[in-house]
């Protein structure tokens, strides 16, 4: 009969060759969402997502809205506030809609933001579609973080 010490020693030593054994399999393969495109002469790029990262994604679209602006002249223009993305700096943008599988990020400037809706002092022309559900998830592709290849 081992002592208890043994025991614990002895139990502690193939607890840890079982757990080590856990790490030598492959580990699973998670399917690439998509790439960054880079674009000549910007410092941005395209995201191009594959049709199954675009599935994973659950990514959705809208179109910018124009409405009337009551403290200025002429209408401006209105995002989901889902869209709206912020980077460490603190700027804003969306990303836009260039096809299907291909998505643009967008600086933007807001005026205020109101419920769920942004009012943009700059932004895209009323008409050009913006992601409005996923947006995150395009910003992880971008950055590395979902899966590129």
Excluded: W
């Amino acid at each position: 009969m081992l002592e208890p010490r043994r025991l614990l020693a002895t139990s502690l030593a193939l607890a840890g060759l079982s757990l080590a054994a856990c790490g030598s399999s492959s580990s699973p393969h998670i399917p690439v969402s998509g790439r960054l495109v880079q674009i000549p002469g910007s410092s941005t790029g395209r995201i191009v997502l594959t049709p199954l990262g675009a599935q994973r994604l659950g990514l959705q679209t809208g179109t910018v809205q124009s409405v009337p602006a009551p403290h200025r002249d002429g209408p401006t223009v209105v995002v989901p506030y889902s869209s709206l993305i912020y980077d460490p700096s603190g700027n804003t943008y969306l990303f836009t809609s260039l096809s299907s599988l291909t998505f643009a990020e967008l600086p933007i400037t807001v005026d205020h933001i109101s419920g769920g809706s942004v009012y943009l002092v700059k932004g895209p022309p009323p008409g050009t579609r913006v992601v409005t559900i996923g947006a995150e998830e395009l910003l992880g592709v971008q950055t590395g973080v979902l899966g590129q290849t």
